[in-house]
């Protein structure tokens, strides 16, 4: 029986070499399906890792208090998030640290260094909400808040693009003409708060920045109005009780009617990670079936190779049941022949998946791994499909008569 398929299997690879151009071509679709499969299942795992890293670096149990871009026109009146509601929302249980959020930059200058920096106009819970910590010095006080004080706390690679290996502590800066003494470096995190890298940044006081820098200016003419209100929570699992008290907080600092609209937005990053991996999954799903229709393309194509192949060997196949092979061993030949094709394609094409991943990959700055599933559904898929395209031609050859197939011209 071995003895059998070995020789069925050498035919087929004769057959197929015979035409080496053509073999090529009918399975291309093939590889490119495979390489699709594979490369899209790994560096759509990637992405999804990544996004899903980059959030949980933010904090998982972080909650955004802020003004929704698409404010309801219906709210005749409706407040700006300031100071009032970070004082009270400080007062709820649960949550642990409720900072003020200004993102803007300044042009900072040290002698004859002048750098764009990105600036938070915060306090110091900030420092709570990211689990940020300062290595040198120290961070500015509720009397310097108070007191609109010109001080800085800086980053760790900000403060090395400065000031080189000169100690930044007391040294003065100055940001839009405005002199700032250094008071503190935060340690190198390497995370980010929420599109701020405090690693290239900065953090001065709300107070300061507000009234003398005109941070957040362009939002609202509002001198006490913040971009947004930083909250961590202690409990993730209580995340949505805490945002329930967090509303009812604001709606009273905000004076809203029982019955009316909040003129507020509450978002956590728990919801952000989720639709983030949804739309992942879709991405994934939606580029896999690509892969998956050129695999059927290929497989029509690997279908209709063979059938020509039928129709060119006819007389082929009339001398070797005349000399009393079977309808089987013909059909046999055939299938052994269509799935061997198909095989090629998928073993080239996993190569190709895995030099196109390895690519992207480091092209996207990704940490793509290769899915040993995906290789072996890919290579499944195209063994399935030699078999399931390969099948009618090859019992079409099997049904030929001898005589018949001898008088064929």
Not at 117 to 138: F, H
Not at 166 to 176: A, R, Y
Not at 183 to 192: A, F, I, L, Y
Not at 248 to 276: C, Y
Request: aromatic fraction near 10%; charge should be neutral; include cysteine.
């Amino acid at each position: 029986m071995l003895d059998s398929f070995l020789a069925v299997f050498k035919i087929s690879l004769k057959a197929i070499f015979a035409n080496k151009m053509r073999a090529a071509l009918t399975s291309l679709g093939i590889i490119i399906g495979v390489a699709a499969v594979i490369t899209v299942l790994a560096v759509g795992s990637a992405t999804k890792k990544s996004i899903a890293e980059r959030f949980s670096n933010m904090g998982t149990n972080i909650i955004f208090l802020r003004q929704p871009w698409d404010l309801d026109e219906s709210i005749s009146s409706p407040k700006d998030v300031t100071m009032d509601d970070v004082v009270a929302i400080r007062e709820i249980e649960g949550v642990s640290a409720a900072a003020p959020y200004i993102q803007t930059s300044f042009n900072v200058k040290y002698k004859n260094t002048s750098v764009s920096l990105s600036a938070l106009a915060t306090d110091t819970d900030i420092l709570k909400a990211y689990d940020w910590s300062v290595a040198k010095g120290r961070p500015f006080t509720e009397k310097e808040i108070a007191n609109y004080a010109q001080v800085m706390v800086i980053g760790a690679t900000a403060a090395q693009t400065i000031f080189g290996d000169v100690d930044p502590l007391n040294k003065t800066v100055v940001l839009d003409n405005i002199p700032f003494t250094v008071v503190g470096v935060t340690k190198k995190t390497g995370s980010s708060g929420f599109g701020f890298n405090i690693d290239e940044g900065a953090l001065i006081p709300y107070t300061t920045g507000k009234v003398k820098l005109n941070a957040g200016g362009w939002q609202s003419s509002n001198r006490r109005a913040l971009d947004r209100v930083v909250i961590k929570v202690d409990d993730f699992n209580k995340i949505e009780n805490t945002k329930v008290d967090i509303a009812n907080s604001v709606r009273n600092t905000h004076h809203i009617h029982p019955l009316g609209k909040d003129d507020f937005q509450l978002d956590d990053f728990a919801s952000f990670v989720e639709q983030a991996k949804s739309t992942g999954n879709t991405m994934s799903l939606f580029l896999g079936i690509i892969g998956a229709v050129s695999l059927i393309v290929g497989g029509i194509g690997v279908m209709n190779i063979m059938l020509v192949s039928v129709t060119e060997r006819t007389r082929e196949i009339g001398i070797r049941m005349a000399i009393g092979a079977t309808s089987w061993n013909i059909r046999l030949q055939f299938l052994v022949e269509s799935v061997t094709l198909s095989c090629m394609g998928g073993l080239i094409g996993i190569i190709l998946g895995i030099i196109f991943t390895v690519f992207v990959a480091k092209y996207m700055s990704l940490s793509a791994q290769l899915s040993v599933w995906a290789i072996l559904v890919s290579a499944g898929f195209s063994a399935a499909t030699g078999i399931f395209f390969g099948y009618y031609p090859a019992y079409k050859a099997s049904k030929l008569t001898p005589i018949d197939a001898l008088r064929y011209e």
